[in-house]
């Protein structure tokens, strides 16, 4: 792919932008059913697994910025594999990471239409539904379309009608505590058994899933290399604390309690009354929307980072790694993208992908890691040559790498720099210990897609590769 049109990528993603996406990408359907979750598994104690293991998700989220600081092009995770790994690695890894996307914008199409289904039961059931997964499709697709500035624009108001109603529930609901008694309860709190703790830690760490999508428009956004990682670290250590303040309000309103409705409909009721929970209803559809919008800009990079890469051959290949030239978009990434969610929200076919679409994000995330540590061992063993030999006989990327790891860092040998080494083993601890609570049947289908994915490389890729080198 020519270097033309990746230079019409225009750059607008600030980072309010990026701290936006971050947001959106994590805050979807799940904050709204799983209080009563984690009260059930946790009791007292299900506030604060959200700062230990939101903590722990850090590591993992530092690794993301690292990576977003040494490599500044669009495409996240396949980019990434390609530098580690090669061209195989990096097409199994857009490919599982593709499919795990666009299931999650098939799902949360049927997730917004259940909570507006509340409001207006039409939309949920027969053809209404068809009509409105249809509507919905071609909204996201014509806004991502017609330009990045319009989509983030659309992003930042989802975002703020989002979060105001959040906002006003934790101010009201925590002035209407009784604070003498919650702080009693709260002292009182024992530490749940280690099966127990294992299974709310789960949930909390899947709270977390979706960070991932403000690195994949590193090529769109203003100074990745200082914006990405700050978004990053900020959001969701911000995003931590809400997920505690919310968890703790409704333990100590609600209780262990199964709710009739939604947990957070139900404690909006609590609070504020029949309007309450309408808002707090309103708020999970545009909650869910701003999910799927900040999916669909980032998701469509995809395929269109993977055509730069000569990952898709042909003239499909041509096609995706195309851009619109009076919006500045990959405008046939997004079409295509938004016709398959579309399909598969119709069909219900999506529900298959979907038993293994966590277990593939922990594995990129994993392979993302493991990135990372080969790129901090290449300028390790770069320093020590230096070291050794005023002779510079390095390639380009470990070059770029020794630059990032010892520029104002100082020498690799620093406490500080140790630090940062370790990093990358804590998170990718808390990688292997996700992926092992994975199921059987989620682990055969994850090994059905890489399958499949190997016999469209070999099949497609490797013998034109061999007869361009022929």
């Not at 995706?320 to 990959?330: D, K, R, V």
């Amino acid at each position: 792919m020519s270097s033309e049109n990746k230079s019409l990528l225009t750059k607008g993603i600030g980072g309010i932008g990026a701290a936006l996406l971050v947001l959106n990408g994590l805050i979807g359907a799940g904050i709204f059913a799983l209080p009563a979750k984690m009260a059930a598994e946790l009791g007292a104690f299900s506030p604060y697994i959200f700062l230990i293991f939101g903590t722990l998700m850090l590591a993992i989220v530092w690794c993301f910025g690292q990576l977003a600081a040494l490599y500044q092009e669009t495409g996240g995770p396949v980019v990434y594999a390609q530098k580690g790994f090669g061209d195989a690695a990096a097409f199994q890894t857009g490919f599982i990471y593709y499919l795990a996307r666009a299931t999650a914008i098939a799902a949360n199409m049927h997730v917004l239409l259940l909570y507006a289904g509340y409001v207006w039961p039409e939309l949920n059931a027969g053809i209404g539904k068809s009509f409105a997964i249809i509507a919905l499709t071609t909204a996201l697709i014509v806004v991502n379309i017609v330009g990045l500035k319009a989509a983030m624009r659309s992003l930042d108001t989802i975002s703020v009608l989002k979060l105001l109603p959040f906002v006003a529930l934790i101010t009201v609901g925590y002035w209407q505590l009784d604070f003498s008694t919650a702080l009693t309860r709260s002292s009182e709190t024992v530490v749940p058994a280690f099966d127990t703790f294992s299974a709310g830690a789960l949930l909390t760490l899947y709270a977390f899933i979706g960070f991932e999508t403000v690195v994949v428009t590193s090529g769109e956004t203003s100074s990745p290399k200082k914006t990405i990682p700050r978004a990053l670290m900020l959001t969701v250590s911000g995003i931590a604390i809400f997920y505690f303040c919310v968890q703790w309000l409704y333990w100590h309103t609600v209780g262990p309690a199964k709710p009739d409705s939604a947990p957070l409909i139900a404690l909006a009721n609590m609070i504020f009354g029949e309007t309450g929970a309408l808002i707090m209803t309103l708020t999970a559809v545009v909650s869910v929307a701003g999910n799927l919008l900040a999916n669909m800009i980032s998701t469509s990079r995809l395929t269109f980072s993977m055509a730069q890469q000569s990952l898709i051959p042909g003239k499909l290949g041509q096609k995706l790694g195309e851009i619109h030239a009076p919006f500045a978009t990959p405008a046939v990434s997004i079409l295509i993208l938004g016709m398959f969610a579309g399909t598969m929200a119709l069909s219900g076919s999506f529900v298959w992908l979907a038993i293994s679409s966590v277990l593939a994000r922990l594995v990129v995330y994993a392979v993302c890691v493991v990135v990372l540590m080969k790129a901090q061992r290449a300028s390790l063993q770069g320093a020590t040559l230096q070291s050794a030999s005023s002779q510079s006989s390095m390639q380009q990327d470990n070059s770029e790498n020794d630059a990032y790891f010892n520029g104002s860092a100082g020498a690799f040998a620093s406490p500080v720099n140790l630090f940062r080494r370790l990093i990358p083993f804590v998170a990718l601890a808390v990688c292997a210990w996700s992926i092992a609570q994975s199921s059987t049947n989620a682990w055969l289908f994850l090994l059905g897609e890489l399958v499949v994915g190997a016999l469209l490389y070999f099949f497609y890729f490797a013998p034109s590769n061999k007869e361009s080198k022929g």
